[in-house]
């Protein structure tokens, strides 16, 4: 199975967004599979509040697994993980038109009118696996070179 479809599966089977990317990934950076699920655990539906995109967030974890500092006189390795998750938000924006969770489903998870909302018309799962599959793609590219 291809990792982008892993990340869909992690998703369908019930794992939050941000759960589903990370996990998907994690692996090739020395993280089991359970630390990953537990990392990525708080950051689903835009951390609860609708922020940005927990597909966003997962993919973010796995770049800065990638290219974040870690050592602080490593200048270089900081401003290529802040470039590199600009570029990853920019064409997530481009493709999707939003990383902002409550922008793709239209509706606030910050109240209770639109938590229900969303659970109400179904969006976590008509609209989401679509944007985990997104960030395991944009992912999958940058991770390769091509984006």
Known sequence: MDIVSKAVQYYENGYKCSQ???????????ITEKQALQIGACFGGGMGKGEVCGACTGALMVLGM????????????????????????????????????R???????????G??????????????PEMVRTAAEILTEMLEGGT
């Open 66 to 101: 990638k290219y974040g500092q870690f050592d602080l006189n490593d200048t270089e390795s900081r401003a290529q993980s802040g470039t590199m998750a600009v570029k990853f938000l920019d064409e997530f924006e481009k493709r999707k038109g939003s990383y902002i969770c």
């Open 115 to 128: 938590k229900n909302f969303a659970l109400s018309n179904g969006l976590f799962r008509m609209l989401c």
């Open 103 to 113: 922008d793709i489903l239209g509706c606030d998870l910050r109240t209770e009118e």
């Open 20 to 30: 589903a990317v990370f996990a998907a990934f994690a692996e090739q950076f020395g």
